[in-house]
């Protein structure tokens, strides 16, 4: 297993104004199914509940409406008045498709369905044949033939290549987003890029620092290495995140893999729910034993709202539209995000979560499933901090507890001195690693060059019964001096961490970031 | 590795003023014959050879490394019904008589070394048996048998005429540290059977020395200071590789106060026993000492003091050894002339010394930088990242209880940090006198981090009582006898 990135991809939404959370959940779906957990299917996601995984009313075309021309149209030159598909199985009762044809893909639109036949098209030129692939809006094409060199020189924006010899892209593709990986891979060039633009059908250019290796010769500069055979999509995440008939309700099964972490766990899984008024939510249940069978959970717990300090929405209802950011870190164990969008709707500082498989501190036969949870809503001044004891990274941590229930656990982190009382006034500040820990002479060793750093234990106090003083160490957040600069890189026993705001880092590798994680 | 105890000794002096020094006399006795610490030098202080100190043994070889106990020299415990707290010893070596009841018989058990080990005062004797009938410190609870020529023994004097304090170095001026050189001051320096040959001083210090307020002076009743290069005065150098701020700066300067952390019992509390318990392992990583009050009274309170090398060490390691080695205890002498301030009180949070009256039970720590100077060092608790401080965090929590996932009570390693606090005397006139380096040690040997309100010296309910709760969420492994309330 190995880190994949999705470095603060930007797209744009649609100005319907009804869906929100579909935005965050639509990037999460292609980051977390294919990027992290793609297969050698282009259209089926990995990483998700075998059975089942999407429902609720989930329309299709939030994951991409996949078919086929069918033999009447073989042969055919666009523009056809009638297109015979394989299917139209939740194909929308008018709209736009993407048709691969001797010209690449085309688009097409209709006005009506008729059987297995979309009518009134127009659009599109060259021949269509039997078994090449449609899609529904917010999937434009995809692929298998993907490739990039190794380039190493610097590209004004971040621009690198992307080169697919079947000839899928067209100008149109610009603002959109390409989703590539290889099955297997460890190389965190798997990622979700934005297409800044289209040299011709077999070439595009991509903002490379959206995903990328930090390479030879300085080692931190994102890059492409020389690959092949490479699997991609190219989405349109803001026609997917608009898509209508989202619903309370909606949901996905993610299925995360404790390979490696906890000895004997399960494939523990996270529902993911569109909830609130008008879209506003995602709220989570937890199945520590991953016990999913396509219409419930034997094990999960109840339906759990975002933690947030004055707001349990997870967007305002103002945020359908404009310019969308997300950032992506996850492995098949862990998964962390952060999502604002260019008008503030959510706050400055967006929202946030933390998904991850921590270490078990008890034995496997005391707590065979650890997994937590960690939704921030909006509301938080920022969501990367640590001051909050029922929300954020200080208190937002949720876990199934003994009982069945779920329950905000606390964060405690290895105190610089005693137990972290800010009495010693010669440092003047309280001494436990996050946001409390602002004094610049306490928490960074100058003679050693590096910064202290704490892992985080999660304990339960004041729930008779329940306490826990540690019962997980969590594995993908450090905590450091708040006092050192945003963006500061720390490097760890475990692996590179890079330090957000107040004191939170979260994992990293070694790339300098070409821009601000937070860009609006 | 073998854990061994010395458990709940009941000091015997209360009225004089050695008293206070008993807890030096104890830990060195400890080190020295029951944990196998090798004697490097002292002052005053002669607990390696027969004499006045040591009455007698049956050890040919006091004074060397390594004991020598020709066969048949060993004592044995527990004789049978109603003489299982009988030690006899060989009537060859030494024929029990009513003078040394009172005094202490120091015993290293390795069949046993969690309940026979340890530091026993003499409360009577027996003829026919040539035993000592010793004050064993249980409930109920009897020594496992161990026949004659079984175990280390040695026969000290009694805690009243335990080495006390005296005078400074007189070649010295006033402004510089006066318990080393022509010092009467009683001092002993061992050095830790731990392959880094680490040492240890364990320094009553001088009249010159002992701070009497936070404005005045720099060192606690007794300093117990780690590092390496020891002399047979038992003294560490001036600019040498130790923990000793004081004798490193060779200053009296009032900001090194605390940068000597060692044990005090409060000073005046004339007519008040202290029970001690030590904990220690013949590997050598070192000894937690804990001073308890009888009713766990206040001013003066009960005191700890655990020093010597971190377990878990993070890779790599200084290539400094003395960075390895840490000292925490009480930095200053707690006395009610101190004003009514306390002493540590058993707790390893930290803090500083000055400023805070009303905010007692911490402690001040000691270690060395990589680089070779004093620097400040602590235990670093687990603590809420937010919202919680001093006495709030996890362990301290009023909902603490037995985890319902393992029905029990959660124990973890106490990590041991350097570098995090300037100075321990934080007076409007201190200055920064240490390095703000921070770095994580280890983790602090043989004590651990739990639950504060489980009950204070109660031992585990675990069948073998793996462990005993002493306060303030700081437990050690027990594995010994029950526990006396």
């Known amino acids: ?520 | 590795m073998a854990i061994h105890l010395c458990r709940d000794y009941n000091t015997q002096n209360v009225t004089t003023g050695n008293r206070t020094y008993i807890y030096a006399y104890l830990l060195a006795i400890f080190m020295r014959r029951v944990l196998g610490y090798s004697y490097v030098g002292d002052t005053n202080f002669n607990i390696n050879s027969v004499g006045t100190l040591l009455i007698a043994t049956g050890d040919t070889t006091p004074t060397a490394a390594t004991p020598t106990f020709p066969p048949g020299n060993r004592a044995g415990i527990n004789l049978g019904f109603q003489k299982e707290f009988f030690v006899s010893i060989p009537a060859g070596v030494r024929t029990v008589n009513l003078n040394d009841v009172g005094r202490i018989l120091v015993l290293r058990s390795t069949s046993n070394p969690t309940f026979n080990s340890g530091i026993f005062v003499i409360v009577g004797f027996d003829i026919p048996t040539n035993s000592y009938i010793i004050d064993y410190r249980t409930l109920g609870d009897k020594p496992p048998v161990e026949p004659a020529d079984s175990m280390n023994w040695y026969l000290y004097e009694k805690d009243t005429n335990c080495p006390t304090q005296g005078v400074g170095n007189t070649l010295k001026t006033s402004a510089e540290y006066r318990g080393d050189g022509n010092s009467t001051t009683p001092r002993i320096m061992l050095q830790s059977p731990h392959s880094t040959n680490y040492q240890v001083r364990i320094c009553n210090e001088s009249t010159a020395d002992v701070a009497t307020g936070p404005t005045t002076l720099t060192c606690p009743t007794t300093s117990v200071a780690v590092g390496l290069g020891g002399n047979a005065s038992g003294d560490f150098l001036a600019g040498g590789s130790h923990s000793h701020a004081p004798q490193w700066a060779n200053s009296s300067g009032v900001q090194y106060l605390g940068g000597a952390a060692g044990m005090s019992d409060g000073g005046g509390s004339i007519g008040t026993q202290f029970r001690v318990t030590m904990i220690g392992g013949d590997d050598g990583y070192g000894v937690a000492v804990f001073a308890r009050r009888p009713g766990n009274g206040t001013q003066p309170t009960g005191f700890i003091c655990v020093f010597g090398l971190p377990f878990n060490e993070p890779l790599p390691l200084p290539s400094n050894p003395a960075a390895r080695l840490f000292t925490i205890g009480t930095g200053f002498s707690g006395s009610d002339n101190f004003g009514a301030r306390e002493i540590n009180d058993m707790g390893l949070q930290a803090g500083p010394i000055y400023s805070i009256i009303n905010a007692n039970n911490v402690s001040q720590g000691m270690s060395v930088s990589p680089f070779g100077v004093p620097v400040s060092c602590s235990a670093s608790f687990w603590a809420y990242i937010t919202g919680g401080g001093q006495n709030t965090g996890p362990q301290l929590d009023a909902s603490a209880s037995d985890t319902p996932f393992i029905s029990s009570t959660e124990l973890l390693p106490l990590d041991l940090i350097q570098g995090t606090t300037s100075g321990w005397n934080t007076g409007t006139t201190a200055i920064p006198v240490y390095p703000l380096a921070p770095r994580l040690m280890g983790t602090i040997p043989y004590v651990y981090e739990g639950r504060a309100n489980f009950g204070d010296f109660s031992p585990s309910t675990d069948p073998g009582r793996s462990f005993q709760h002493m306060r303030r969420g700081l437990f050690i492994p027990w594995n010994g006898p029950n526990i006396i309330p």
């Open chain 1, 1 to 520: 297993m190995a880190t994949k990135f999705c470095r603060s991809l930007i797209f744009t939404g649609t100005t319907n104004g009804a869906p929100k959370a579909t935005y965050p959940l639509k990037a999460i779906y292609e980051f977390w199914g294919y990027v992290i957990n793609g297969t050698a299917s282009l259209t089926t996601p990995g990483g998700f509940a075998a059975t089942t995984p999407f429902g609720g009313g989930l329309p299709a075309d939030f994951q991409g409406l996949f078919t086929t021309i069918a033999g009447a149209s073989n042969g055919q030159t666009l523009p056809q008045a009638v297109i015979a598909l394989a299917s139209t199985t939740n194909l929308a009762t008018s709209g736009t498709v993407y048709i691969a044809t001797t010209t690449g893909t085309q688009t097409v639109t209709y006005t009506g369905i008729s059987g297995n036949n979309i009518t009134g098209c127009s659009g599109g030129t060259g021949v269509m044949s039997t078994g090449n692939i449609v899609t529904s809006p917010s999937l434009i094409t995809f692929g298998n033939d993907g490739y990039t060199n190794q380039t190493t020189s610097f590209q004004f924006g971040g621009q690198q290549s992307f080169f697919s010899a079947s000839q899928p892209f067209t100008t149109a593709m610009v603002g959109k987003t390409l989703v590539m990986w290889k099955a297997g891979s460890n190389s965190s060039e798997d990622g979700l890029y934005n297409i800044v633009g289209f040299v011709s059908p077999t070439q595009i250019l991509i903002n490379v620092n959206n995903g990328g290796t930090p390479s030879a010769p300085d080692g931190y500069k994102p890059a492409f290495s020389n690959r092949t055979s490479i699997n991609f999509r190219v989405v349109d995440m803001g026609i997917a995140g608009a898509t209508t008939g989202v619903t309370d309700g909606n949901f996905m099964v993610m299925q995360f893999d404790p390979t490696g972490v906890n000895a004997g766990q399960a494939n523990s899984q996270i529902q993911l729910l569109i909830a609130g008024a008008t879209n506003t939510r995602i709220d989570h249940k937890i199945s520590p034993a991953g016990t999913w069978n396509g219409t419930t959970f034997s094990d999960a717990t109840a339906q759990t709202a975002p933690n947030a300090p004055s707001s349990s929405a997870f967007f305002s209802g103002t945020s359908g539209g404009t310019t969308q950011q997300i950032t992506l870190i996850g492995d098949k164990d862990f998964l962390i995000g952060h999502y604002r969008d260019a008008n503030n709707a959510m706050g400055a500082a967006g929202v946030a979560f933390h998904i991850e498989i921590p270490d078990r501190l008890y034995t496997s036969a005391q707590d065979p499933n650890p997994i937590v949870v960690n939704f921030n809503g909006f509301g938080a001044t920022t969501q990367f901090t640590s001051t909050g004891t029922t929300h954020t990274y200080g208190g937002g941590w949720v876990m199934k507890c003994n009982d069945g229930t779920a329950r905000a656990h606390r964060c405690s982190v290895r105190a610089l001195s005693g137990d972290g009382n800010a009495n010693l006034s010669l440092v003047s500040a309280a001494q436990t690693p996050g946001n409390a820990l602002n004094d610049f002479r306490a928490g960074a060793n100058a003679f050693a060059g590096n910064l202290l750093n704490s892992p985080g234990f999660l304990t339960l106090p004041g729930v008779a019964g329940q306490y826990s003083l540690a019962r997980v160490r969590l594995r993908k957040v450090r905590f450091a001096n708040s006092f050192m600069p945003q963006f500061t890189r720390i490097n760890t026993s475990s692996g590179d961490f890079i330090l957000i705001t107040q004191g939170v880092a979260i994992p990293w590798d070694k790339a300098v970031l070409p821009f601000t994680l937070f860009p609006f």
